[in-house]
């Protein structure tokens, strides 16, 4: 009767250690899963605010420009040297909007994501002239 006894505690115990193995292997590829998905995270959201900067510096400088600069800087529009590694395949794109008694303008930033997405886009108001101010 003995030797029955530890043969059944036996088989518990190796039970127990799959049951554990196959449980630990689990939450291990569950947490490299959501590591990996996390720096993708992380990347893509840098990917924006660095999109978002680069379209601030050009309608920055854009937006002090008088209306016939502005369509010759508009041709020569090109994403900055950093932005052109730091961002996958980066494209700019400018718009002059005249409406009213107002001129604006319109960028747009796109590059090469995950899925399909719209560009980022920023709108600014062209500074009125000497004559315009009150």
């Known amino acids: 009767m003995l030797p029955m006894r530890n043969a059944t505690r036996n088989g518990l115990m190796m039970t127990e250690l799959i049951v554990a193995a196959t449980l630990l292997m689990t939450a291990l590829s569950l947490v490299v899963t959501l590591s990996f998905r996390t720096g993708k995270l992380w990347q893509e959201s840098r990917h924006y605010k660095l999109a978002v900067e680069e379209l601030t510096n ?77």
Do not use: C, F
Request: proline share 6%; net charge negative; glycine share 6%.
């Open 58 to 134: 050009q309608l920055e400088r854009l937006t002090i420009l008088d209306e016939t600069e502005l369509d010759a800087a508009l041709g020569e529009l090109a994403v900055s040297e950093k932005m052109q590694t730091a961002l996958p395949n980066p494209r700019l794109s400018g718009t002059k909007i005249v409406d009213a008694d107002v001129t604006r303008v319109m960028l747009e930033i796109e590059w090469d994501r995950v899925g399909k997405s719209e560009p980022l886009t920023l709108v600014g108001w062209l500074a009125p002239t000497v004559e315009e101010q009150p």
